[in-house]
């Protein structure tokens, strides 16, 4: 894709032992990690900047590398399919 630029997000390491892979993102250390922002949409106007945001963390600990996305989209103008 012609709009396509490199981007780099560094992954933090946990100290934490604990990380739960249960949809909240609320260990200190997702707290601490940097977040990846400023995303674009595809549709309608592709390259336009996101019309919600969305933040994308990443941590990692000896056993796991973990992802964490929040999306603040408004739930009733998700598009679906069936």
């Given at each position: 894709?012609?709009?396509?630029?490199?981007?780099?997000?560094a992954?933090?390491?946990?100290?934490?032992h604990?990380?739960?892979?249960?949809?909240?993102l609320?260990?200190?250390?997702?707290?601490?990690?940097?977040?990846?922002?400023?995303?674009?949409q595809?549709?309608?106007?592709?390259?336009?900047?996101?019309?919600?945001?969305?933040?994308?963390?990443?941590?990692?600990?000896d056993?796991?590398?973990?992802?964490?996305?929040q999306l603040?989209?408004?739930?009733?103008?998700?598009?679906?399919?069936?």
């Amino acid at each position: 894709h012609a709009l396509a630029q490199p981007k780099v997000l560094a992954a933090t390491r946990s100290s934490q032992h604990n990380i739960r892979i249960d949809g909240a993102l609320n260990e200190n250390s997702w707290a601490a990690a940097a977040a990846a922002t400023g995303f674009t949409q595809y549709f309608p106007a592709a390259g336009a900047a996101a019309t919600a945001a969305t933040e994308v963390k990443i941590l990692y600990d000896d056993d796991a590398v973990y992802i964490g996305a929040q999306l603040f989209d408004d739930p009733l103008q998700v598009r679906k399919q069936f």
